[in-house]
């Protein structure tokens, strides 16, 4: 199943055909209810607090670009829930993870990935968590405001205790954090062992209800995506509106295979 989001255009196409329409308003799902305590209440995550528990005010996520009910910008949250949408509907609304990927450098995968996971989040009961596993450039990490905290990278380095990562909750309502933390290896030595994989398993496992996003580096910048994709059961890459060969598109497609290929998005950011 293949469907392209123009963001900016409300369009979208399904096995071949384009249709340029608005997309309906899809709220009837967007009650926020407090789900920390599924998260929380779970021995193989140990979710710290930061400083800023409260919700983001609109300016703020705003600023940081983020999708939430009561925005202004009406056209870009429908999008983002017309795509929630269809994910959901080819997963027959069982959880997953997604790796999010973008075929060249500055893509906006961490665009579309902040953005996924906030509108999963939206849901009624659901939450989701949002994974930085781009250790070299930790787009996700410096959103959320998580610099310094430890990650991703100190669990899979052993350096906390035994199956215990650090989820982090967030200005957005039943979104998690992971960041990437400071533990300065190679990142490829990191996820090829198999606590990468299990860490992703046990968390769509024994957390039916949460969905988990990882925000991985472009196909062309990184060895890391390749194994990282491995662990997932979805995978989709974001496309800039301009400057992506067709050759080098089929290539991207292609190496996203290793997991399920849902869809690409192009990226054309107005928000």
Same mark, same amino acid.
């Given at each position: 199943?293949?469907? #392209?989001?123009?963001?900016?255009?409300?369009?979208?196409?399904?096995?071949?055909? *384009?249709?340029?329409?608005? @997309?309906?308003? #899809?709220?009837?799902?967007?009650?926020?209810? #407090?789900?920390?305590?599924?998260?929380?209440?779970?021995?193989?995550? =140990?979710?710290? !607090?930061?400083?800023?528990?409260?919700?983001?005010?609109?300016?703020?996520?705003?600023?940081?670009?983020?999708?939430?009910?009561?925005?202004?910008? =009406?056209?870009?949250?429908?999008?983002?829930?017309? $795509?929630?949408?269809?994910?959901? &509907?080819?997963a027959k609304d069982k959880n997953?993870?997604?790796?999010?990927? /973008?075929?060249?450098?500055?893509?906006?995968?961490?665009?579309?990935?902040?953005?996924? @996971?906030?509108?999963?989040?939206?849901?009624?009961?659901?939450s989701a968590i949002l994974i #930085?596993?781009?250790?070299?450039?930790?787009?996700?990490?410096? $959103?959320?405001?998580?610099?310094?905290?430890?990650?991703? /990278?100190?669990?899979? +380095?052993?350096?906390?205790? +035994?199956?215990q990562a650090v989820l982090y909750?967030?200005? *957005?309502?039943?979104?998690?954090?992971?960041?990437?933390?400071?533990? *300065?290896?190679?990142?490829?030595?990191?996820? &090829?062992?198999?606590?990468?994989?299990?860490?992703?398993?046990?968390? &769509?496992?024994?957390?039916? =209800? *949460?969905?988990?996003?990882?925000?991985?580096? /472009?196909?062309?910048?990184? +060895?890391?995506?390749?194994?990282?994709?491995?662990?997932?059961?979805?995978?989709?890459?974001?496309?800039?509106?301009?400057?992506?060969?067709?050759?080098?598109?089929? !290539?991207?497609?292609?190496?996203?295979?290793?997991?399920?290929?849902?869809?690409?998005?192009?990226?054309?950011?107005?928000?």
């Amino acid at each position: 199943m293949y469907f #392209d989001i123009k963001l900016g255009l409300i369009g979208f196409s399904v096995m071949g055909e *384009v249709y340029e329409k608005r @997309a309906k308003q #899809d709220n009837s799902d967007d009650t926020v209810i #407090d789900t920390r305590a599924s998260v929380k209440n779970i021995p193989l995550f =140990r979710c710290e !607090a930061p400083t800023h528990l409260e919700t983001w005010p609109a300016n703020k996520r705003d600023k940081k670009k983020l999708v939430y009910p009561e925005m202004k910008n =009406r056209d870009i949250l429908n999008m983002f829930r017309n $795509l929630r949408t269809k994910l959901m &509907t080819a997963a027959k609304d069982k959880n997953f993870s997604l790796l999010i990927s /973008s075929a060249v450098p500055g893509g906006g995968a961490s665009f579309i990935a902040s953005n996924i @996971a906030s509108v999963i989040a939206m849901q009624r009961a659901k939450s989701a968590i949002l994974i #930085d596993a781009n250790l070299y450039n930790p787009d996700i990490t410096k $959103l959320f405001e998580l610099e310094g905290k430890p990650g991703l /990278s100190e669990y899979l +380095a052993g350096d906390m205790g +035994a199956d215990q990562a650090v989820l982090y909750p967030t200005g *957005v309502p039943n979104l998690y954090v992971m960041p990437a933390g400071n533990v *300065v290896e190679e990142g490829l030595e990191l996820f &090829t062992g198999d606590r990468m994989k299990r860490l992703i398993k046990n968390m &769509t496992d024994r957390l039916p =209800r *949460v969905y988990v996003v990882l925000d991985v580096p /472009s196909l062309n910048d990184s +060895a890391d995506t390749p194994i990282l994709l491995q662990s997932c059961q979805k995978s989709m890459l974001v496309l800039p509106s301009e400057g992506v060969h067709q050759e080098k598109l089929e !290539a991207s497609i292609e190496s996203m295979k290793l997991a399920e290929f849902v869809g690409a998005v192009y990226n054309n950011n107005r928000l």
